[in-house]
């Protein structure tokens, strides 16, 4: 199967983006790659795996390589005399943060129907805005902690005990997540998390709470990663979640009763479908009191989350070969006709 990952985008997080395509590169070896870069000027380039070095995009040497553009059926590049097409079966969003997981990138392959892995636009819209995700979770049963929305231009009153997190709504990777266990760090936490977003979400910090992450897909059925319990002194911010990661690679599997297993993948089930079908997510839960609450969705994690499968290439070969449909909508103007009739035009 050839498969084009996209990556980059105008984000926050586009640093990562890079990171995580340069990991699957190593990763899928049985499969065709392309790499479709786009950068910060939303301008899509075709780089050679051979090429994909972090030195090329901070460079802006990635710029001497085949300018790309959307339409139907897929990415293509100017020839002299006709375009030619990218080859490719599927398409793989890569692209976290802004333009991939708030939704554009799902809208402009819909549009142009191009068969791609990642969050469709509704499932996009939910996971990106931290509200919208616990209004959605409550909807489908599944416990959250207590929130608070706090606005860049509003009243800076916490309605919880401190110590409280502070977040970025529509932001990932921990980027402006503060712990503020005192009075005095609260304004400059606040205004860290404002440099991020207009509104930032307020929870109480729990410590020692048990947190554990489960990534998955469906495809013929249910695929699922071993589970995760991320090791960290009291919250896993940037440094921890990705230099840590990037220097050790190494992830412990939680030890943990098979009951409470199940009870993880029965919770990430309500979550994933029907809105998340077609991509691969990761699903971070606290479990307080033997009770599972979702934190967070990741629905494109860092690197696809593979190095928690054991073999992460078939189930992204399952998963291409498994995606939603989208309904062809056959116009016929048979309302149009019979009012013309009727008018006699």
């Known amino acids: 199967m050839k498969i084009a990952i996209v990556f980059g985008g105008q984000s926050f997080e586009h640093e990562i983006s890079i990171v995580s395509a340069i990991a699957l590169k190593d990763i899928i070896k049985e499969n065709e790659l392309q790499f479709i870069f786009l950068d910060a000027g939303r301008e899509f380039y075709l780089i050679p795996e051979s090429e994909m070095k972090s030195k090329l995009f901070s460079s802006k040497d990635y710029k001497k390589y085949p300018n790309l553009f959307l339409k139907n059926g897929g990415f293509y590049q100017k020839g002299l005399l006709k375009e030619k097409k990218v080859e490719a ?75 409280v997190i502070i977040k970025p709504l529509r932001l990932g990777s921990s980027i402006g997540v503060s712990v503020v266990k005192d009075e005095k760090g609260l304004d400059f936490a606040l ?24 990534a998955g897909c469906k495809g013929e059925d249910f695929l699922f990663s071993m589970v995760e319990e991320p ?47 077609g991509a691969l997510i990761r699903c971070d839960f606290f479990v307080i009191d033997n009770e599972v609450y979702l934190n967070e969705i990741n629905p494109i994690p860092g690197s696809m989350a593979n190095y928690l499968f054991e073999d992460f290439e078939n189930v992204i070969l399952n998963l291409a070969q498994n995606l939603p449909k989208q309904k062809n909508i056959e116009v016929e103007y048979r309302y149009i006709h019979t009012i013309q009739k009727a008018k006699g035009k």
């Open 89 to 163: 079966d599927v398409v793989l969003n890569l692209v976290h943060g802004g333009d991939g997981e708030d939704g554009k990138l799902a809208s402009l392959f819909e549009f142009f129907s191009i068969p791609y892995i990642g969050p469709r636009i509704e499932g996009s819209v939910i996971s990106f805005n931290k509200l919208f995700t616990k209004m959605f979770a409550k909807e489908k049963g599944v416990k959250i902690l207590p929130y608070q929305l706090i606005s860049k231009n509003g009243e800076r009153k916490i309605e919880f005990d401190l110590p």
């Open 191 to 214: 205004d860290v998390a404002f440099e991020f977003d207009e509104e930032v979400l307020v929870e109480p910090f729990i410590e020692g709470v048990k947190e554990y992450n489960l």
């Open 231 to 277: 090791q960290k002194a009291e919250f896993l911010d940037f440094e921890k979640k990705y230099l840590d990661f990037a220097r050790t690679k190494q992830v412990l599997k939680a030890d943990i009763a098979q009951s409470l297993e199940d009870e993880l993948k029965k919770v990430f089930k309500k979550i994933y479908l029907p809105l998340f079908e």
